[in-house]
């Protein structure tokens, strides 16, 4: 049985240069039902059918479900860098108390 030509060696034990889709592109499935979600929504009302999505209690959790899609896989820090997380404590005092 012949090999899938993209399983094909180079010789040098890798993939051939440039084949297939760059990395974080869509296929072209992926691509056509996103056109397909982004004009249904469109014709729905865009922002405000997802506004009534959000707010009703039987169409919460997947409207939920779709907003977890959009977000990002990894989170970074300014210029890419690590996130920096920084703490404030504060303490509320009785004026009439004075501070203990």
Do not use: W
Request: hydrophobic share 35%; net charge positive; with cysteine.
């Amino acid at each position: 049985m012949a090999e899938k030509q993209s399983k094909l060696s180079t010789g040098r034990g890798g993939k051939r240069a440039g084949a297939g889709r760059p990395p974080g592109s869509l296929d072209k499935g992926n691509a056509l039902i996103r056109d397909m979600l982004a004009k249904a929504l469109d014709e729905l009302g865009g922002h405000e059918y997802l506004v009534g999505c959000g707010r009703d209690p039987r169409t919460k959790a997947a409207f939920l479900g779709l907003v977890g899609k959009l977000l990002p896989m990894q989170v970074t820090g300014e210029d890419g860098g690590p996130i920096k997380f920084s703490r404030v404590e504060r303490t509320i005092v009785d004026p009439a108390k004075g501070a203990e």
